[in-house]
């Protein structure tokens, strides 16, 4: 089990050194959808 998890935590390790810039994009787009989303029931209410 504790192999188990330490090698999970190695991968985890090389995938996030391997695509350092995907979870900013990510958190980007769902800002971006999240603001679209606001503006839409902002002009609704107006």
């Known amino acids: 089990m504790g ?3 330490h090698q999970e ?3 985890r390790g090389q995938a996030m050194k391997a695509a ?3 979870p900013v994009q990510e958190i ?4 971006e959808y ?3 989303t606001l ?3 902002v ?3 107006e």
């Open 39 to 41: 503006d839409s029931q």
């Open 9 to 11: 935590r190695i991968n």
């Open 20 to 22: 350092p810039y995907q």
């Open 34 to 36: 999240f603001d679209e």
């Open 28 to 31: 980007e787009m769902i800002v």
């Open 3 to 5: 192999l188990f998890n």
């Open 43 to 45: 002009k609704e209410l």
